[in-house]
C-alpha cells in the first residue's frame, strides 16, 4: 500500500505570496491533519479533516486554511506569506476509526520564505 | 504551547548501549505515540500506547506509560548508528482530534 504522498517536496516563495501544500493519505484513510515544524517552535498542530469537516484547529493565524476534498486528499493554503511560514510542513493520514489511530506521515513539504 | 517535554533533549551513547528518554505531559490523554525522524523528514511511527496500558514492546524498543505521573519512556536497546534521529512521543486526547507532540530528544548513536 503506497504511503502518504506531499507535493510539491520543496517549494521557495517571496513574501506576501501564497502557497498551496497538497497531500494524498494512504488508499482508504478518512482523517488527513496537518503540523508545521520549525526549530523553534517544535511540531505543531494546524488542522485535522475527517470526510471533508474541519474537526479541530490549531492556534494559528487566519491565513494559514485547509481543505479536504471527497477523495480524501487535502491542501492547505498560506496566504501573505512571512518570512516566520518558513518550516517543514507535515501531513498525515489515519483511518481514524477511533480516538487511538496511529498516524503516519507523509516526507513533508520544505517552504523557504524569502 | 507544546504539552510535551522530553528529556534529555540530547543523548550521545555508543553502539550496543541501551537508550532511554523520557516523556512528561500536562494533560490526561488516551494514548501516547512514538516517532522517530531521521535529518527533517518525515515522522515514522514507532509505537502506540493507550491510557490502560503500563508497557508495550516491539522488537528493540519498549515504552512504559505512567498516567499518574504524566510520564512515558522510550528504552532503545543494543542501539544501532541506524538509529540515530530525533525522537518525539505525542498524545492524543478523545475527542480533540489532534496530537501535542514533545519537543523532541536528539539521538547519536556512534559506531
Known amino acids: 500500500k503506497a504511503g502518504v504522498t506531499q507535493t510539491p517536496r520543496y517549494l521557495i516563495k517571496t513574501r506576501g505570496q501564497q502557497v498551496t501544500l497538497s497531500c494524498s493519505p494512504i488508499?482508504?484513510?478518512?482523517?488527513v491533519s496537518w503540523y508545521q515544524q520549525t526549530p523553534g517552535q517544535g511540531l505543531q498542530f494546524l488542522f485535522e479533516y475527517f470526510s471533508e469537516t474541519q474537526r479541530n484547529k490549531g492556534n494559528f493565524p487566519g491565513r494559514f486554511s485547509g481543505r479536504q476534498f471527497s477523495n480524501s486528499r487535502s491542501e492547505m493554503n498560506v496566504s501573505t506569506l512571512e518570512l516566520g511560514d518558513s518550516a517543514l510542513y507535515l501531513c498525515?493520514?489515519?483511518?481514524?476509526?477511533?480516538?487511538?489511530?496511529?498516524?503516519?506521515f507523509g516526507p513533508g513539504t520544505r517552504l523557504t520564505v524569502l | 504551547s507544546q504539552q510535551g517535554e522530553e528529556d534529555p533533549q540530547a543523548l550521545s551513547i555508543q553502539e550496543g548501549e541501551n537508550a532511554t528518554m523520557n516523556c512528561s505531559y500536562k494533560t490526561s490523554i488516551n494514548n501516547l505515540q512514538w516517532y522517530r525522524q531521521n535529518s527533517g523528514r518525515g515522522l515514522v511511527h514507532l509505537i502506540l500506547?493507550?491510557?490502560?496500558?503500563r508497557e508495550k514492546h516491539s522488537g528493540r524498543l519498549r515504552v512504559t506509560l505512567d498516567t499518574s505521573k504524566k510520564s512515558s519512556s522510550l528504552l532503545i536497546t543494543a542501539s544501532r548508528a541506524a538509529d540515530t534521529a530525533s525522537y518525539f512521543c505525542a498524545t492524543g486526547t478523545s475527542g480533540t482530534y489532534k496530537y501535542i507532540f514533545g519537543t523532541g530528544t536528539r539521538l547519536k548513536v556512534l559506531a
Open positions: 500506547i493507550r491510557s490502560n496500558e
Open positions: 498525515a493520514s489515519s483511518l481514524k476509526t477511533s480516538d487511538t489511530d496511529t498516524q503516519y
Open positions: 488508499s482508504g484513510h478518512r482523517s
